[in-house]
């Protein structure tokens, strides 16, 4: 690859980071090629992108996109799931059963808002119920404590 093309490839890649509100990182050595397909398919239906990527020029990239704490995880074999309005814990269910089912790809961490995660706690993003389930759990709350439907704050 040509310095030219190498800009270029940075710049775009910079920019998808700067999109994207959650960033989960993996290891896939060992994975197949219809495996990685598989993995990219289930995660692009939940809105997000899943990407192999050159270390060194992630590593270019997340220093300017000012997320040199990605840099960290940059460590062997790396692909990242770029989530910008999809559901981040989908992404991280879907991932986190692909490494329980193969044994293979393993979670290396990943940047939520900003704020650096742990592989574990990219697992336990992975625990909570979906989006629309928790959606429900909130009105249900609401309903119960009586602030919709004539409840007590309505009285």
């Not at 990943?110 to 706690?121: R, V």
């Not at 602030?147 to 409840?151: D, L, R, S, Y």
């Given at each position: 690859m040509q310095r030219k093309d190498k800009e270029q490839v940075?710049?775009?890649?910079?920019e998808r980071l700067r999109a994207s509100d959650t960033l989960i990182l993996a290891d896939y050595r060992g994975l197949s090629v219809g495996e990685l397909d598989d993995v990219r398919t289930q995660i692009l239906a939940h809105g997000a992108r899943f990407s192999v990527v050159k270390n060194t020029l992630t590593?270019?990239?997340?220093?300017?996109?000012?997320?040199?704490?990605?840099?960290?995880?940059?460590?062997?074999?790396?692909?990242?799931?770029?989530?910008?309005?999809?559901?981040?814990?989908?992404?991280?269910?879907?991932?986190?059963?692909?490494?329980?089912?193969?044994?293979i790809l393993s979670i290396k961490g990943?940047?939520?808002?900003?704020?650096?995660?742990?592989?574990?706690?990219?697992?336990?993003?992975?625990?909570?119920?979906?989006?629309?389930?928790?959606?429900?759990?909130?009105?249900?709350?609401?309903?119960g404590l009586g602030?919709?439907?004539?409840?007590a704050f309505f009285a």
């Open positions: 940075v710049a775009e890649l910079a590593k270019r990239a997340a220093e300017e996109a000012g997320l040199e704490t990605l840099t960290a995880l940059l460590d062997g074999p790396t692909a990242i799931a770029f989530v910008g309005d999809g559901d981040m814990v989908a992404v991280a269910k879907t991932l986190n059963d692909t490494a329980r089912k193969t044994k990943g940047i939520m808002q900003g704020a650096p995660l742990a592989a574990d706690q990219v697992v336990e993003l992975a625990s909570l119920p979906p989006y629309d389930v928790l959606q429900g759990q909130v009105l249900g709350a609401i309903v602030v919709i439907g004539g409840g």
